[in-house]
Nanobody, 119 residues
């Protein structure tokens, strides 16, 4: 079955950096577009970044495009999120997500990793 396992979250000071990783298994990783979402307490889940199946055309939420970088390694079945210049408002649970490319379309989710930005 599809499994997405995030890692790399933690506590970081404002201005710091973190690199999140997502290990994927149970599906043909190289055919799925991958995304990172986040959900802060009391807020709806929001899209952070998306990358196509072959690693092209990454898209970012406006508030993150200059600070975050999404990448993937299809040989390792992994997707990453490099986060720089972190702000307290980046505090959230970050989720890895995979979008099935063929009907019936379905989005799969990992369990999430907590990122806390605080001094």
């Amino acid at each position: 079955q599809v499994q997405l396992v995030e890692s790399g979250g933690g506590l970081v000071q404002p201005g710091g950096s973190l690199r999140l990783s997502c290990a994927a298994s149970g599906f043909t990783f190289s055919t799925y577009s991958m995304s990172w979402y986040r959900q802060a307490p009391g807020k709806e889940r929001e899209l952070v970044a998306t990358i196509t199946s072959m690693g092209g055309s990454p898209n970012y939420a406006d508030s993150m495009k200059d600070r975050f970088t999404i990448s993937r390694d299809n040989a390792k079945n992994a997707v990453y999120l490099q986060m720089n210049s972190l702000k307290p408002e980046d505090t959230a649970v970050y989720y890895c997500s995979a979008l099935k490319p063929t009907p019936p379309r379905r989005r799969y989710w990992g369990q999430g990793t907590q990122v806390t930005v605080s001094s």
